[in-house]
């Protein structure tokens, strides 16, 4: 099992924490075929035939980390209110997975959004999530009078004992 990355998301929508543990490469195309997505210069250099990108030219080849929460948050919303629609509000978004990895999703009563990217072949971790939630955010976060209750302007949670905390939780599970 490898884990990708994790994510928290408050009730407005920031990400209030983010960790990287592993950045999945992605193959290169064996065909020569052109790619709809734009690559890096390094993986450009080293094709024989350039590709051109016509208007994605402008696009960042590698996302930043805001970005990548934004899209992170963007798809588990949209996920989220599609199964909401499809099954009643009984039913919940828990995973989906894709060629390259697999989203897990937690959300508390409080609407504390907890997400997990891991390889393809991890079994369902919302148990795990639901663990990080209870043992390491609440005990150290929440618990904590010196972090703040709302987290504004993208204040995110800076509380070491929860980092190392989690830190060793993850490289438990591996």
Aim: contains cysteine; glycine residues 6%; aromatic residues 12%.
């Amino acid at each position: 099992m490898v884990v990708y990355s994790f994510y928290i998301f408050d009730r407005h929508t920031e990400c209030i924490y983010s960790r990287l543990w592993a950045r999945q490469d992605r193959p290169a195309s064996l065909s020569g075929a052109k790619s709809a997505r734009p690559t890096s210069d390094s993986s450009a250099a080293s094709n024989a035939a350039p590709v051109d990108l016509g208007p994605a030219r402008a696009r960042p080849a590698k996302l930043s980390a805001q970005d990548d929460a934004k899209l992170i948050f963007g798809t588990i919303f949209s996920l989220r209110n599609m199964v909401r629609k499809l099954g009643g509000q009984d039913d919940s978004f828990i995973s989906y997975r894709t060629g390259q990895y697999k989203l897990h999703y937690y959300e508390t009563p409080t609407n504390i959004k907890f997400v997990m990217l891991t390889d393809t072949q991890t079994l369902n971790m919302r148990n795990v999530l639901y663990q990080i939630y209870v043992n390491l955010y609440v005990e150290f976060v929440v618990k904590n009078p010196l972090a703040p209750v709302e987290h504004h302007g993208g204040e995110g949670v800076a509380n070491e004992l929860f980092e190392l905390s989690l830190d060793q939780f993850v490289r438990g599970l591996l």
